[in-house]
């Protein structure tokens, strides 16, 4: 079997990439395990309770850009 959780931890072990060094985005009960494993994760403001009682930060919803908002605000990617 697999999962979110255990693609995160293959295409970490591939490209030698730290743990230290992930986020995961996720909305419902099924992205707990990734959210759980990256370094850093992030709830989407419309998704379950579970996700967001588990996830280091909550971004605006999907229809509002939540992925996009939340890298602006944390200067990872520039605001266009």
Known sequence: TGGKSIG????????NIKQEETMAFGDGENDIEMIKQADIGIA???GC???KEIADHITDSVD????YTYLVKEKLVKEV
Request: charged letters at 40%.
């Open 8 to 15: 995160i931890k293959d295409i970490l072990s591939y490209y």
């Open 44 to 46: 989407m403001k419309n």
């Open 49 to 51: 309770d579970k996700v």
């Open 64 to 67: 509002e850009d939540g992925i």
